[in-house]
């Protein structure tokens, strides 16, 4: 099993920055792919995007945020982060942290709780 506790989360302004992250803990050995999904309210699950745990490949993101949020690691300390700049009120949402097991094709089999972020005008 993998657990995944996400922090960071609160208020911002419009146009401002956040950084969220995500720690791994358990057997975060089984675990090839991590990532980011969203959801605001009335809306459904957006995910913003992702990125292979080993290796050099850059992150996919979302349309919605490419140019606006960066996604990183760091390994040694099993963190995964998410770094949203520009934000605009359209970003309010519960950020959840996710991740998938080695050989699955697609989708994420663990989850974390979330953690909300607001962004006011």
């Known amino acids: 099993q993998v657990q995944l506790v996400e922090s960071g989360g609160g208020s911002v302004q419009a146009g401002g920055s956040r950084r969220i992250s995500c720690k791994l803990s358990?057997?975060?050995?089984?675990?090839?792919?991590v990532g980011w999904v969203r959801q605001g309210s009335g809306k459904g699950h957006e995910v913003i995007g992702d990125i292979a745990r080993e290796g050099a490949a850059a992150p996919n993101y979302a349309d919605s945020v490419k140019g606006r949020f960066t996604i990183s690691q760091d390994l040694a300390k099993n963190l995964l982060h998410l770094q949203m700049n520009s934000l605009m009120s359209g970003d309010t949402a519960i950020y959840t942290c996710a991740a998938r097991r080695c050989g699955r094709p697609d989708g994420f089999q663990y989850w974390g709780q979330g953690t909300q972020v607001t962004v006011s005008a």
């Open positions: 358990g057997d975060t050995w089984s675990v090839c792919r």
